[in-house]
């Protein structure tokens, strides 16, 4: 059979995860820290499409092999942090010959801001081809949270253990966080090629009536024309611009349209559908929410 072929299988639950990994039983059912070095994990799940209802967090050093995300495949190199969700297509090629992965169940946070909180952190939506570089220090200090996290279920299971290991937890999301802004800065040359491409291809969009036949540009279409996913996308643009990835294409969009109103004579309407909205009522309440001007208001300006 085809590896693209193989059927996706669920693992329901991390003790399920344990015993196909070939490792004890987990000493907690909704939280577990896992060193790689200790898997030792059967040929058949090497070659597995695996579904997680967990999230995880993963510190990989010395990969031999690749790691596969949704359609893409990811070379680890050392001190590589990556962030995956719930509910995530994952399959793995080789293994990594070092480092941590924390499994945490969506339960284990119920009853915690934390879990609410936790969808802002827009790295859990990243491609791995967007995973987080970490210096030697940024990884120390990760690895001194993981171990905390699993010195504190391992040893002391009581009415105080969840409440320490969700601020445990919280510190290391809060980390995550700085150190992405740090790596937005230090690759500051690919994102200023990203915002370059992200103009040509806004300007070739509403140019020769693209957008009316494709209708306004989404921030999925132009991530996907970028090679990035859109939460990176939007990350990366506020940023770099203070914008995200939606607030560069409406402000590319009433660009266009301030150009159009002052050059033609071309109605509201027919502006609205060259910009691809199907109702010029839309055009119009997103043209005076950003400009506190109606279109009309704005070409009369001009007289």
Known sequence: MKKDNVPVRSVRSITELHRLLNLPQPQHPLISVIHLNQIHQSPRLNHDKLLYPFYQICLKHNYDGKLRYGQNYYDFDNGVLSFISPNQILSSEGAATDGWVLLIHPDFLHGYSLSKTIRNYGFFSYDLTEALFVSEKEQQM?????????????????????????????????????????????????????????????????????????????????????????????????????????????????????????????????????????????????????TNLSPLQFRQSFN
């Open 142 to 290: 990760i690895e001194t949270l993981l171990s905390a996290i699993q010195s504190e279920y391992q040893f002391s299971i009581d009415k105080h253990s969840q409440d320490i290991i969700i601020t445990q937890l919280e510190l290391l999301l809060h980390y995550a966080d700085r150190f992405y802004q740090r790596q937005f800065i230090t690759r500051k040359k690919v994102h200023t090629d990203l915002l370059t491409k992200l103009e040509t291809i806004l300007t070739a969009h509403f140019e020769h009536d693209n957008a009316l036949n494709a209708g306004v540009p989404s921030v999925e279409f132009v991530a996907s024309q970028l090679n990035v996913s859109p939460h990176y996308l939007s990350d990366m643009l506020r940023n770099s611009t203070g914008l995200n990835a939606q607030q560069h294409i409406q402000q590319k969009l009433i660009d266009k349209a301030k150009e159009i109103l002052s050059t033609t004579n071309h109605s509201v309407a027919e502006i609205a559908y060259q910009l691809g909205f199907k109702y010029p009522q839309s055009f119009h309440k997103l043209f005076k929410s950003k």
